[in-house]
């Protein structure tokens, strides 16, 4: 009963800005709600069912709900938890779920959006808690070239309370978004699909929401191989590799597992659709799959941050140029960061993106490089991926 009660009020509180296509969907939550779930234990080596998404037909269950067969639905499928355990290098054991009925269902499916909501995003910390920082240097925007960019080429000091999403947040101090937080009462989504780094996430006490998974390359949830070391090799000269991330060129298996993505609006959708500020986008190389995903009638995003310099490397139907007409198509105009620039690859590391009524609204224009503190927080190579 309390279940449905539940439903009952997430309706509610929706009914006004559904179509009436979305009040049938809606309706599926009331019967889906009351079937309950069945938690799997697996383990990883037992993953063989991944590729017929645990015996779950997505084509039956999308038939089903077209039809509007919901009781037909309810004897037929369940929404499942695959339950397994991964170690990561310093022997701490983490959890991973996969919940292959949500594979089914489209990316503003109102179930979906209630199961990310309630199930899956952490609140926030109170706006009044302290910060638990191993270096508090990383909360000052002077420290953050593209923190200070966003600031100070685009919205001019000006945005306060303003919302962002950060796709690749690592351990949610070495942040884009920790700045603005911190300093413009900012808040927003900060995705990270590593366990480790998650962990690390919920111990720093950001006035943000958490999410452990990663943003989808697909119209829907889907199940992914993702590396939890790195992603690929980027220079077999210089053994140089990339962060954690999809699994591309890997040699070995055994940092590889199988997790389950999300897409943009999904999750957008869980928080009802926010304005998004500003989206960092940072997925060491796939940053064009994601793009190309998202649909972009149903997400209002002024501006990207969008890691570009391996672009091409790792995800082969990828370039820096790709990346840049597809922005423009969107409605993008491109800016460059300021001291953005990678000895590394001997490229800038990001593009920054905005639209174009923003560049209008706040007169947008190119800025010259700048010095900023030299912060030795600010080199990620220390990182232990986990």
């Not at 939550?29 to 645990?54: H, P, Q």
């Not at 978004?177 to 720093?204: D, M, Q, R």
Request: hydrophobic share 40%.
């Amino acid at each position: 009963m309390l279940q449905f009660n539940n439903s009952y009020i997430f309706v509610r509180k929706n009914l006004r800005r559904i179509s009436q296509q979305q009040l049938k969907t809606f309706g599926a939550i009331l019967i889906f709600g009351s079937l309950g779930f069945l938690t799997v234990e697996y383990a990883n080596k037992d993953l063989n069912t991944v590729a017929d998404n645990f015996g779950i037909d997505c084509s039956e269950v999308r038939r089903y709900k077209k039809a509007g067969l919901y009781e037909e639905s309810r004897r037929r499928f369940k929404d499942v938890i695959v339950h397994y355990k991964i170690i990561n290098l310093k022997d701490e054991e983490h959890n991973i779920d996969l919940r292959p009925f949500l594979n089914c269902l489209d990316a503003d499916d109102p179930y979906l959006a209630h199961v990310i909501e309630n199930e899956m995003l952490l609140p926030p910390a109170p706006n009044n808690s302290e910060y638990n920082l191993k270096n508090p240097g990383r909360k000052e925007i002077v420290n953050n070239h593209q923190a200070l960019d966003i600031m100070e080429m685009v919205y001019k000091n000006k945005l306060k309370n303003g919302f962002f999403v950060e796709a690749g947040a690592a351990d949610c101090e070495f942040s884009v978004s920790l700045p603005l937080e911190a300093n413009y009462g900012w808040t927003g989504i900060l995705v990270e699909a590593v366990p480790g780094f998650f962990k690390h996430c919920k111990k720093v006490n950001r006035r943000s929401y958490l999410i452990n998974t990663c943003l989808g390359t697909d119209t829907h949830p889907s199940f992914m191989e993702f590396n939890m070391q790195s992603s690929g090799t980027l220079d077999e000269k210089k053994k140089t590799r990339a962060m954690a991330g999809f699994n591309s060129n890997s040699k070995s298996k055994k940092d590889v597992y199988t997790i389950q993505c999300f897409p943009l609006e999904s999750i957008l959708s869980a928080l009802y659709n926010p304005v998004v500020n500003l989206f960092v986008l940072d997925v060491e190389g796939f940053e064009f799959a994601i793009l190309r995903a998202i649909d972009w009638s149903k997400v209002n995003i002024e501006v990207l941050s969008v890691e570009v310099d391996i672009a091409g490397v790792l995800m082969k139907d990828s370039s820096v140029e790709i990346i840049r007409d597809f922005m423009k198509s969107k409605g993008y105009q491109r800016f460059t960061h300021r001291n953005d620039f990678n000895p590394s690859t001997g490229k800038n590391l990001n593009d920054l993106y905005v639209r174009h009524d923003i560049v209008e609204l706040y007169d947008v224009v190119q800025l010259p490089d700048k010095s900023t503190v030299d912060d030795p927080y600010l080199d990620g190579s220390f990182y232990d991926v986990v």
